[in-house]
T-cell receptor, first 113, second 113 residues
Framework: LAKTTQPISMDSYEGQEVNITCSHN???????ITWYQQFPSQGPRFIIQ???TKVTNEVASLFIPADRKSSTLSLPRVSLSDTAVYYC??????????????FGTGTRLLVSP | NAGVTQTPKFQVLKTGQSMTLQCAQD?????MSWYRQDPGMGLRLIHY???????DQGEVPNGYNVSRSTTEDFPLRLLSAAPSQTSVYFC????????????FGNGTRLTVT
């Protein structure tokens, strides 16, 4: 299973851009990188997924360098409601396409006024 | 559109009691899984299933049983509850296609005294 390493916590202020980097040195060729967000007392929810280069959606951007051994989740102009735990996942691909996804401890982002 | 439904939301058990945590999804997803989340920690995979009749162990399977008789349901059984199983339990599902994001329920908070 590809293991991921993220910072335990980060602090920011409203309106700033936040970049959370995840290390995944043993990522496999078929693996994608997926980020989830979790608020207290809720299950995680999907934010963004990518394989290489850059992916952008209405919520975030994901930057993946050519060697794919790390990735960076970028949250533009954060607000108080972005305070949450962010998880980086790298899946274990199997022949059926099924993924056995293992979560790390995540990064706890605190956004202050 | 209910998504992933977990019941009950809260449960208190005495040591040695048994119970079943229910998980149902209405999205016709092939893949379902159970995670536990302890205070201040990430999610740990307990068991997962790639389809009806097929289950497999995750990171922390001891003390838990699962079965998958239908596509919709994936119950988690505690045969003899222990205080170490006090946790929040999350069920998740996905279409099972490679790199499909997980959809999570809102969790069951279990306390074993």
């Amino acid at each position: 299973l590809a293991k991921t390493t993220q910072p335990i916590s980060m602090d920011s202020y409203e309106g700033q851009e936040v970049n959370i980097t995840c290390s995944h040195n043993n990522i496999a060729t078929n693996d994608y990188i997926t980020w989830y967000q979790q608020f207290p007392s809720q299950g995680p929810r999907f934010i963004i997924q990518g394989y290489k280069t850059k992916v952008t959606n209405e919520v975030a951007s994901l930057f993946i360098p050519a060697d794919r051994k790390s990735s960076t989740l970028s949250l533009p102009r954060v607000s108080l409601s972005d305070t949450a735990v962010y998880y980086c996942l790298v899946g274990e691909g199997k022949n059926t396409g099924f993924q056995k996804l293992v979560f790390g401890t995540g990064t706890r982002l605190l956004v202050s006024p | 559109n209910a998504g992933v439904t977990q019941t009950p939301k809260f449960q208190v058990l005495k040591t040695g009691q048994s119970m079943t945590l229910q998980c149902a999804q209405d999205m016709n997803h092939e893949y379902m899984s159970w995670y536990r989340q302890d205070p201040g920690m990430g999610l740990r995979l307990i068991h997962y299933s790639v389809g009806a009749g097929i289950t497999d162990q995750g990171e922390v399977p001891n003390g838990y049983n699962v079965s998958r008789s239908t596509t919709e349901d994936f119950p988690l059984r505690l045969l003899s509850a222990a205080p170490s199983q006090t946790s929040v339990y999350f069920c998740a599902s996905s279409p099972g296609r490679q790199n499909s994001p997980l959809h999570f329920g809102n969790g069951t908070r279990l306390t074993v005294t």
